[in-house]
């Protein structure tokens, strides 16, 4: 299993420029959704590329109150667009 780990420096507009989400249409995967972490492609399907949305979203929700005000002050408004 490859495993990849955040940058030692951020790069520049973080958290956003570590991860970018593109459609991908091609011949052999016509639903596919493409996942681009720190410049490494992941291509799923959209029912997967769903499925890790719920479950992102649970995890989130499960934080402790600290943890989640971590996310909002490290994430600048991602925290509270996810716990509003």
Not at 21 to 32: A, I, K, L, P, T
Request: charged content about 25%.
């Amino acid at each position: 299993m490859i495993q990849t780990h955040e940058p030692q420096k951020p790069l520049a507009d973080y958290p956003y420029s570590h991860v970018k989400v593109n459609d991908v249409f091609m011949d052999d995967c016509e639903e596919c959704v493409c996942v681009v972490i720190h410049g490494c492609k992941h291509f799923l399907h959209r029912t997967t590329a769903y499925s890790l949305y719920e479950q992102l979203q649970e995890y989130f929700k499960s934080l402790s109150d600290t943890d989640k005000k971590l996310l909002v002050q490290f994430g600048t408004n991602l925290g509270n667009e996810i716990f509003d």
